[in-house]
């Protein structure tokens, strides 16, 4: 099991340029989620995907789209880039039933972290 | 709105020494998860809290959780230099398909 992948894991963009961010999870889960991280900010939610065929907005979804392909992938698109959404950013999958004594844990993508010019 | 705040942001200590983070949130929530992060690299689930008075230890890290007071603590037993880290609190909302809020974090430095 690979768990949660990201691609790509560093970008560079210049302003207005667009770009996807791909997430996958091969643990066969249902809900799917893309967080950014900021200095000092915590993680915030920016869209999730509840089941395959939903998505809905989280706390910061000004400025992206997301796309659930399928079950196994959740993408995450910047149309126009901007200087503010230089962040890292973290896809991450959940595990809705009792595992070995974990309960709804979520796991994380290993990041991906984008600059914009 | 569901708002979590954690202290302290910065936290240095001694090898050997005990110390408890707090994790303070503002309305009701379903579950607590803290989370630890190391530099450069991706979040480690610790610990899920489910409810009230949930103790969970491991090594040298005891979380707990008291709803009624919507508080969390991680306390720290007799610190190691492998725990430096960065320790994250997050809340999720109720009925809110796991939509994590997260305190800023906080920076735990473990000097020898």
């Known amino acids: 099991n690979a768990g949660v992948t990201q691609t790509p894991k560093f970008q560079v963009l210049k302003t207005g340029q667009s770009m996807t961010l791909q997430c996958a999870q091969d643990?066969?889960?249902?809900?799917m989620y893309w967080y950014r991280q900021d200095p000092g900010m915590g993680l915030r939610l920016i869209y999730y995907?509840?089941?395959?065929?939903?998505?809905d907005k989280g706390e910061v979804p000004n400025g992206y789209n997301v796309s659930r392909l399928n079950k196994r992938e959740f993408s995450l698109r910047l149309e126009s880039a901007a200087p503010s959404q230089t962040s890292v950013y973290f896809c991450a999958s959940i595990l809705f039933h009792t595992l070995g004594g974990r309960y709804n844990e979520q796991f994380f993508g290993p990041g991906t972290r984008l600059t914009v010019l | 709105e569901l708002k979590v705040e954690q202290n302290p942001l910065f936290l240095s200590m001694q090898e050997g020494k005990n110390y408890t983070i707090y994790c303070n949130y503002s309305t009701t929530s379903d579950r607590l998860y803290w989370y630890r992060q190391d530099p450069g690299k991706s979040l480690e689930s610790l610990f899920v809290?489910?409810?009230?008075?949930a103790v969970k230890q491991e090594g040298r890290l005891m979380a707990s959780l008291d709803t009624k007071a919507r508080l969390s603590t991680l306390h720290i037993t007799a610190a190691v230099h492998d725990l430096s880290a960065t320790y994250f609190c997050a809340v999720s909302k109720v009925g809110g398909s796991e939509k994590l809020v997260f305190g800023k974090g906080t920076k735990l430095t473990v000097n020898p």
């Open positions: 995907s509840a089941s395959e065929g939903t998505t």
């Open positions: 643990m066969n889960h249902n809900s």
């Open positions: 809290l489910l409810s009230n008075g």
